[in-house]
């Protein structure tokens, strides 16, 4: 199976702090990204997506950049609640014959109070 | 909005037979569904993509004969693990993407925990 890296990293931050979940991707020909939260047991949840031609979108408390110079996204989380304890991914489109939807490696998020 | 369904979230088996998991999308049709997997404290894993009324398109390393996979319809496909072993215990998701969507319109169902005894 095609995945983009295999290491689960952990980010710790005290409730009501801004968060910053980072991603690096790896096909240059992706033209769309999307963030999904993954809460134990269940399947991805979409948070917020972004554009090949975009630099910047913000959703509520959410806001995703991206870096195409260095394939790089981030996903900011601004005031960050208990609730948003999960672990995040980032996943990029690949567009050609039939789109896919490959996944980045994944941050754990953990809230503390 | 759209719902995946997949069933059953969770089942044990024996080893050496094999399990069927159904992925159906309830309010939208989907030419194409994917199916990942997942071990614990790893990111999904993208297998095959499935498109209705064609074969499956299975991503390098993923055994065809071992994962079958079937799109019979524009909201139903089937993933059969066949002579399950404990190796094969994981976290299946499926997705379907909606007809007529632009990039995107992916949605996924809530997993089907695989445990091979």
């Known amino acids: 199976g095609e995945s983009v890296g295999l290491h689960l990293p952990t980010l710790s931050v005290q409730e009501g702090d801004n968060s910053i979940i980072n991603c690096a991707y790896s096909?240059?020909?992706?033209?769309?990204f999307i963030w999904y939260k993954q809460e134990s047991g269940k399947g991805p949840q979409f948070i917020i997506d972004i554009r090949s031609n975009m630099d910047k979108r913000q959703g509520q408390r959410v806001t995703v950049l991206l870096n195409k110079t260095v394939k790089h996204l981030s996903l900011q989380i601004a005031a960050t609640q208990p609730g948003d304890s999960a672990v995040y991914f980032c996943?990029?489109?690949?567009?050609?014959?039939?789109?896919?939807?490959?996944f980045g490696a994944g941050t754990r998020l953990a809230v503390h109070p | 909005g759209a719902v995946v369904s997949q069933h059953p979230s969770w089942v044990i088996c024996k080893s050496g037979t094999s399990v069927k998991i159904e992925c159906r999308s309830l309010?939208?049709?989907?030419?194409?569904m994917f199916w990942y997997r997942q071990f614990p404290k790893q990111s999904l894993m993208l297998m095959a993509t499935?498109?209705?009324?064609?074969?499956?398109?299975?991503e390098q390393g993923v055994e065809k004969d071992k994962f079958l996979i079937n799109h019979a319809s524009l909201t139903l496909s089937t993933l059969t693990v066949t002579s399950a072993h404990p190796e094969d215990s994981s976290f299946y998701i499926c997705s379907a993407r909606e007809l007529g969507q632009g990039a995107g319109g992916y949605t996924f169902g809530s997993g089907t925990r695989l445990t091979v005894v």
């Open positions: 499935s498109n209705e009324g064609s074969k499956a398109t299975y």
């Open positions: 096909n240059s020909a992706s033209d769309y």
């Open positions: 996943a990029e489109n690949i567009s050609g014959g039939y789109n896919k939807l490959i």
């Open positions: 309010d939208f049709q989907a030419t194409t």
